[in-house]
């Protein structure tokens, strides 16, 4: 059926009409030669994207004020051809035009011998950080590919699961569980950077044991790669890299071990997977990337070889520690997260030491050189450090500190952690007594608010199934 809308080249007719402008004169103007300008208002031959670009630069118009109708032009007063379509879905994306992209695709599948094309671009726009319209695009190839057993489908569901991590914890799980089901059918490359991904959603969430599971995936699957490398003269041409160097991912999984027996309390376990991520005499390459790689595992083994001492009740190493990491900015909120724990569970007094870092409490990210942070796994520790933080200063009866309480509640409809939520909650009531009108009030509101926005997850998640 065609459409009603009117043609990019009656507008361009209207044009010329109105400004008593010759085809001769609109070519110099746009660059275009007049012979094609005369067959493109005549209808014999198509817009090509770069006649488009110069024409509306010509008529003085927004870059993408005829993209709607481009569309038109593409599937239904032409042959849809790839070489017009790559490079319109690549402007459109780059514009934000979602509304063209999804037209486009949604036309292009008809015909199924275009999803790998589509692929393609959505692979490129992923990397480039253009992740809507990546979305879009891995979205409609799944849908179409989802009676393939094919590697394609799962690499669609891998960068599916990347675009839908935030900061809501509730959808990361569901992203996770979804992907997991393809994990398998992954390049062992893209299995290893799935692995750890995972690993950071499940230990945002503290699931510690599954964390440990993923880490012994990661750990098997990348030494066996490693192994099989080292034995070969030469990698071959066609394998696919990994994020990182493969004995990155070993050192990488033997400290999340680590993380996993501190987390669970096991500290002679945790420090001896810390001996294990400090060693890098195994590893063949000489390089500098690989002298960097070693030296900061083992920075990180030794604060975290502190750190299981002050976890462990020994407030004698607690003032080392705390020197160690003074010098090293990044590092110092996770561990005053540690020592606040610590201080809680050992009743210490860490005031000093607060009232030293005091300017890392608030919220921020942190990098180190091999990236940032996990952000989730970040905005999770803040809003706990400050139900923590809490509870030190209710605890010793500084009882105006009911602030922490409340910009824990603050963040928490972001993060969507209902553990955080009862601690809040249960700690204000535990502490109302003390709480001022001011202060109630806003608890009130903050709980409304909460409740309100979990109200509007589970409809919305009702009405996706």
Known sequence: MVPTTTMIRDALATYLSQKRMSINQFSGQSGINS??????????QPIAMDH???ITKAMDLPEDYFYSLYVDECFYYSSPTWRRLRPFLLRSAALGRLDCVEQ????LLENLVY?????????GLFQEGLWQAAELLYKNVSASEKYQNSERLAVCQYRLFRIAIGDDQTRNLQAAHLFECYLDRLDEADQLDGLKHLGHVYGSMNRWHKVDELAKEMLQLATLRYNLQRQSDRRESNEKKTEKPLYFYILYAQLIRSAVYEKLGDYQSALDWVSLYMDGSWIQEDNEEVKRTVTQFQEWGTANRLLYRVMAGQYEALSEYVEYISERPNEIFIALYSIILSANRYDWNVDYILDRFASYIPYRTYSTEFGNYNRQIISDQHSRFLVELAVYYL??????EFIF????????????????TIACVDLFEQYQYAAGEEEMERYKLLIRTVKNSNAKKIHSSSSFV
Do not use: C, H, W, Y
């Open 395 to 400: 605890r010793n009866k500084q009882n105006d």
């Open 104 to 107: 486009v695709v949604q036309n």
């Open 115 to 123: 999803a790998p094309m589509l692929f393609e671009v959505a692979e």
């Open 35 to 44: 012979g094609t300008l005369s067959r493109i208002l005549s209808g014999q």
């Open 405 to 420: 309480v409340l910009q824990s509640l603050e963040s928490n409809p972001t993060i969507n952690n209902e553990s955080i």
């Open 52 to 54: 488009l670009e110069r």
